[in-house]
């Protein structure tokens, strides 16, 4: 008899295990254990510094889990969302910008990107400033020192 409740005891707990693993609707979000590396929040801000004219920006960001749909900016205006890095170290989130007759997509956050952005002082949070203007696309931890990353073309 307790050979027979072991066997159901483990098989409940392979599938409770397999029901938590498949209902996780976002694997970028790893659930927070205080004061670790974990805790991280990255916020990735998109902002528009291209004249209205002829059309506003338009962007769609989007990772593997998540899509943002499409956003309008007037010159001026911010787009942005917060997540936490996943687990394998691999979250990746890119865009797609569209201003008149231009229209480039590219990695807004990844590994290659996250030494732009680094945490805040005494935190573990960091923020991602992109701004895209006439001349291409400007990339920024601190929303005050860019570096041009991409061109439109």
Not at 72 to 91: D, I, P, R, S, V
Not at 96 to 114: C, I, M, N, P, Q
Request: aromatic share 16%; proline share 5%; with cysteine.
């Amino acid at each position: 008899m307790p050979r027979v409740t072991m066997r159901w005891f483990f098989l409940s707990l392979v599938i409770v295990g397999f029901h938590l693993v498949c209902a996780s609707d976002d694997l970028n979000h790893v659930p927070n254990i205080s004061g670790s590396l974990w805790d991280a929040t990255n916020t990735v801000h998109i902002i528009s510094r291209v004249p209205n004219n002829p059309t506003p920006l338009q962007v769609r960001c989007q990772s593997r889990d998540n899509d943002f749909g499409m956003h309008t900016l007037y010159n001026g205006q911010e787009f942005h969302w917060a997540f936490t890095e996943n687990f394998f170290g691999t979250t990746l989130y890119f865009c797609h910008f569209y201003w008149g007759s231009e229209d480039k997509s590219f990695a807004v956050y990844d590994t290659r990107l996250s030494h732009h952005c680094p945490p805040l002082a005494e935190s573990n949070y960091s923020n991602c400033y992109w701004e895209a203007r006439p001349d291409g696309f400007y990339l920024s931890g601190d929303n005050q020192s860019w570096e041009k990353i991409n061109n439109w073309t």
